[in-house]
Structures are given as C-alpha cells and as structure tokens.
C-alpha cells in the first residue's frame, strides 16, 4: 500500500501483525491490514512487511501461535525491525510475551490510535481528553513498562504519559486520572455554555468513518478553511460554523443553521477514546440533524457504515434524523466492489449501485464529490428542506 510521503522525518521501520478469523473473507481481512498500514503511516511508520495467520481467535498468550512468533523474531532481528504492531488490542500479558520472545517494542491498534491523537491533539480540551485516555489505557499495562523501553527514544506509542510516566506507579497514574477528569469537567462546563448560546439555532452535524471527506463537506458548505487531509484523524477537535443559504426562490426564506465537523469514527476504536471524547461529541448528540458521511469509493464503505451506527448508538445519538452523503463518486471504481459486499460478486456500476440496498434510504440519501462539487446544490437542498 503506497501513501505519497508527509514529511522528511525518518520513519520507524515496523512490521504489522494480524490474525485472520476463519469467519471473515481474506478479501476483508487484507483491507483491514491496509487500515491498519495507514495508520501506522499517519504515526510516522514504514510498513516492512505483514504477518498474518488465520486462526479461530487470537492465542490468549502471544496473540498468534508459537510457529508464527517465531517467524517474525527471525525476520525482525534479520532486518532490525524497530517496531511491532498488533492489529488488536494485547493484554498486558501478550504484550510482555511478545517482547520477551520478538525482542522489539510491540504496540497494538489501540496504542498506535492514542499515539496519533496525541500527535493531532491542538487545544486544550483535546489534549486533556487524549491525555486522559492514555492514562487510562497504561494504567492495567504499567507492568509491561521494563528496561527495554528504556532504550527507546520515543517513537511511535512513546508519545505522552507512555513515555514520561515509565518510572511510577499505579497510585501516581490514578492521582493523574482524577485530576484529568476534574479538568476535564472545568473545560466541559464552558463547552456547554457556548453550546447553551446556540440553542435557538438550528445545529447540523457531521458524522462519519475517519478520512471520508467531513472537513471537505464543511469547506464547501460553509465556505470555510478547514484542515482537510488524506490522513486518519486530521480533525479532533469539534469545529462549528455558521451556514447560510441564499433565500428560497418561492418562499424567500433564508436557511441558516450552524454546521459541526466532530472526530470521525473508526473500527476498534478504543473505548477509553469513546469515553473521554464523548463531551466533544456532545455536538453530535445534540444536533437536530445529523449528515452521515461515507467513502463510497471504499471497497468496505458498508462496514465502515455498521461503525459509525454502533458508535452512535453508543454515544446515545441513534435516533437522531440522518441525511447518508455517499462522497467520492469521482473516485469510485467498479472493480472496487467486492463478494464482501454483494453476494451475488457483480460489478456494479455507480447508477446501478443507487439501485442497490441504497434505494431503501429514498430521499435522505444523496451521491456528492465534496473535491470536484459534483452534486453540492443537491445536498444544500435536501439539508435546506429538513432545516425549514
């Protein structure tokens, strides 16, 4: 998987690791190894090679079998690989296997997400959360943090208390824990005032998989500049702007609302992430009407669709009025479609895909490229008619 390069920092050489439900297609599986490379890439990794083994469930000791460990030891002391990271969360207990056995640092999914929303964190209420939520996440691992850790110079899941709090213990992390919360809380309270300004307005709020266009969607609807990159997790902190729409031709009626772009969402997203973000997507659970965004050009948009509905579900958002934006029909591809998607395994073009499953969601569905503006006035007016 090739990603144009973002910078002339060395990249930490790395192997990925995964283990392959003999219940999910390998078709799926490889997709979700190229998720797992562009995160590693968005932390500053370069993916070597993968280790993949397919297995009912991960081995509860060293996540996959001792055959396999083996394998990636020679090939990790062979090429002197820096970096390990495994496609679940570990347990303490694999972690420290792994190491002892593989003889590199070894991270998982949900250390490799904390260490890029710690790299994106801007204000403080974002920082405050990532914070909170790798504290939260070291405090059952601090076992693991041995000498060997002490040899590294940062690096990828060294970012932030992982890399400052090696020397504690558990009774300093939870002190750290409560006064983050208690932070936490000062900064909430002033996010619910600003919140408390705006309700005579009526809100509108971006949701979606991470990187499928929320921050373009924003530029072009509230003609603002927002950070829009092909990175995962560009955006974290919530941002609101003010949308007004020229008057209704018949009824003359201007169409103003405030538009939020929040966090995007993705697979396995650590819950303690889920916990201490949930005040910044108090803007999601709060709006009137929510724009589910999707990358209809992802081979796996429709998983990536099951995501966002189970993490609104979560946050207590499911209920809200959804418009589906199906963005990238410029970048669509027939071959892109997969027998991961459509039992039957055909190759549908865009037009004949509309007709798929998609034609049940009616008018609150639209097919957008927020990049080219193709369809834009399509979804002003479908917004403009639900925001009356």
Known sequence: MEHQVINTKKLERAILVGVEPK??????????????????????????KRFTQRLEYPNPKTYVGVGKMEEIAVYVKEQDIELAIFDDELSPSQIRNLEEYIQCKIIDRSSLI??????????????????LAQSEYLLPRLTRMWTHLQKQKGGIGMKGPGEKEIETDRRVIRDKISKLKK????????????RKNRESQKRVALVGYTNVGKSTILNVLARADVLAEDKLF???????????FPPDPVTYKPCIFLLSDTVG??????????????????????????????????????????????????????????ITVFNKIDKYSPEATSDDIFEDEAIYDLETLKKTWMAKLDENIVFVSAAKGDNIDELKEMIRKRVG
């Open 23 to 48: 219940n999910v297609p390998l078709k799926t599986n490889r997709v979700f190894l190229d998720e797992l490379e562009f995160l590693a890439y968005t932390a500053g990794a370069e993916t070597l």
């Open 183 to 194: 932070e936490l809380k000062d900064i909430d309270r002033q996010s619910v005032t600003r």
């Open 114 to 131: 904390l260490d890029i929303f710690a790299k994106n964190a801007q204000t403080a209420q974002a920082k405050t959360q990532v914070e």
């Open 265 to 322: 969402f993705i697979r396995k997203l650590p819950h303690q992430l889920v916990e201490s973000f949930k005040s910044t997507l108090a803007e999601v659970i709060e709006a009137d009407i929510l724009l589910h965004v999707v990358d209809v050009s992802h081979p796996q948009f429709e998983d990536q669709m099951d995501t966002v509905t189970k993490t609104l579900a979560e946050i207590g958002a499911s209920d809200k009025p959804i």
């Open 234 to 244: 560009a955006t974290l902190d919530s941002t609101v702007r003010k949308v007004v």
